[in-house]
């Protein structure tokens, strides 16, 4: 079945840097283009980041561009999430997802938190 | 970037009644429009996607509608479990957009 297993969740300290990563299995990962999605503690969701099927395009929210880089690996079927200079604003949990037809997120990660706190 | 609007942020009904959410477009999406159900933990999970499409396993109680920059998720008879927080969301421009989330407790 399609699935998407999240790793690299943990607390860091304001202005140190974080990867998360993505797995995908069950599903042709080379044709699917990838996003982040991250939820704030009691909060909604705030879409991050996506990157194409082959990677060659790349978008971000204005609030993490220049700090967040979403890369992908379709060999080992992974997409990674590389974050710098963080702070409290970040902590969230975070998932990826799947996109499918209208830009529909059919499957999701379970999430990865992420805590910034000195 | 294409603000969403749901209303209301929550509402309490009861078992058997019909609930309708709505998703309100700051500009025409056409058809992007699309539904998640989420419960507290969890990730989302896809309902409706392209505003009226019911995603496969869903069941057919729940239905989306309209058009342009009104759309609407409804749920014909409500379930015990359906108690949880549903968003809509547009992915006919970036960036992705996100309603701010409809809280639905059951009576």
């Known amino acids: 079945q399609v699935q998407l297993v999240q790793s690299g969740g943990s607390v860091v300290q304001p202005g140190r840097s974080l990867r998360l990563s993505c797995t995908g299995s069950g599903f042709t990962f080379s044709v699917y283009a990838i996003h982040w999605v991250r939820q704030a503690p009691g909060m909604g969701l705030e879409w991050v980041a996506v990157?194409?099927?082959?990677?060659?395009?790349?978008n971000y929210a204005d609030s993490v561009r220049g700090r967040f880089t979403i890369s992908r690996d379709n060999s080992k079927n992974t997409v990674h999430l590389d974050m710098i200079s963080l702070n409290s604003e970040d902590t969230a949990l975070y998932f990826c997802?799947?996109?499918?037809?209208?830009?529909?997120?059919?499957?999701w990660g379970p999430g990865s938190q992420v805590t910034v706190s000195s | 970037d294409i603000q969403l609007t749901q209303s209301p942020s929550s509402l309490s009904a009861s078992v058997g009644d019909r609930v309708t959410i709505s998703c309100r477009a700051s500009q025409s999406i056409t058809n992007s429009l699309n539904w998640y159900q989420q419960k507290p933990g969890k990730a989302p999970k896809l309902l409706i996607f392209a505003t009226f499409t019911l995603q496969s396993g869903v069941p057919s109680r729940f239905s989306g509608s309209g058009s342009g920059t009104d759309l609407t998720l409804t749920i014909s008879s409500l379930q015990p479990e359906d108690s949880a927080t549903y968003y809509c969301?547009?992915?006919?421009?970036?960036?992705?957009?996100f309603g701010q989330g409809t809280r639905l407790e059951i009576k």
């Open positions: 990157i194409s099927f082959d990677g060659s395009k790349k």
């Open positions: 969301q547009q992915g006919y421009r970036t960036p992705v957009t």
């Open positions: 997802a799947r996109e499918e037809y209208a830009a529909s997120f059919d499957s």
